[in-house]
């Protein structure tokens, strides 16, 4: 059973450094084909894709985020985590993970989310 | 950036009713794809890939059809339970939302 769970501070403060983790388990990041990407929803909103990481290691980025953001994973391949610099409030929004498999592009499946709001 | 615009914003419909969801994008993308479901506090769910591939477990009262830049979502019979907003996602170049649309009963 694939499941994908996120966590984070819950609220930060502007200009500091949000560190998000996505925990999952029934795949291993480690198996050809798989990434684990991040997606975010302000309350409210569309969806914005941000960063992913792959089975090799091999990252991407939302070119328009892309000076803000880290994206990386554990060595034992179940945890990935998201670090995006100088939050401001346009940040608040809830933070989901995803699974894409088999080499493909879709998000099969998705974490519950993670709220995160930036606020003085 | 290719822009991903839905249509309507806002539909409302009747149990049974046939409905059509619209996503058009700023340049061909080449059947690259996706229609999630997202109910009120959950996260998005995968529907369709690859523009016309029915996901897992779906029901088959949802479609999908299109190419080039105009691409649908249909729901032969709507129920209840499908109440929700529906996004598409292209990933042909970048990746990319539209901005949803809300499905409510009539």
């Known amino acids: 059973q694939v499941t994908l769970k996120e966590s984070g501070p819950g609220m930060l403060q502007p200009s500091k450094t949000l560190s998000l983790t996505c925990s999952f388990s029934?795949?291993?990041?480690?198996?050809?084909?798989?990434?684990v990407s991040w997606i975010r929803q302000p309350s409210g909103k569309s969806l914005e894709w941000l960063a992913a990481?792959?089975?090799?290691?091999?990252?991407y980025y939302n070119p328009s985020l892309k000076s803000r953001l880290t994206v990386s994973k554990n060595t034992s391949n179940t945890q990935v985590f998201l670090k995006i610099t100088s939050v401001d409030i346009a940040d608040t929004a809830t933070y989901y993970c995803?699974?894409?498999?088999?080499?493909?592009?879709?998000?099969?499946?998705w974490g519950q989310g993670v709220m995160v709001t930036v606020s003085s | 950036d290719i822009q991903m615009t839905q249509s309507p914003s806002v539909l409302s419909a009747s149990v049974g009713d046939r409905v059509t969801l619209s996503c058009k994008a700023s340049?061909?993308?080449?059947?690259?794809l996706d229609w999630y479901q997202q109910k009120l506090g959950e996260a998005p769910k995968l529907l369709i890939y690859?523009?016309?591939n029915l996901q897992t477990g779906i029901p088959s009262r949802f479609s999908g059809s299109g190419s080039g830049t105009d691409y649908t979502l249909t729901i032969s019979s709507l129920q209840p339970e499908d109440v929700a907003t529906y996004f598409c996602?292209?990933?042909?170049?970048?990746?990319?939302f539209g901005a949803g649309t809300k499905l409510e009963l009539k």
């Open positions: 995803a699974r894409s498999s088999g080499y493909s592009s879709s998000f099969d499946y």
């Open positions: 340049q061909n993308i080449n059947k690259n």
């Open positions: 029934g795949f291993s990041l480690s198996t050809s084909g798989m990434v």
């Open positions: 990481i792959d089975w090799d290691g091999d990252k």
């Open positions: 996602f292209q990933y042909n170049s970048g990746n990319t």
């Open positions: 690859f523009t016309n």
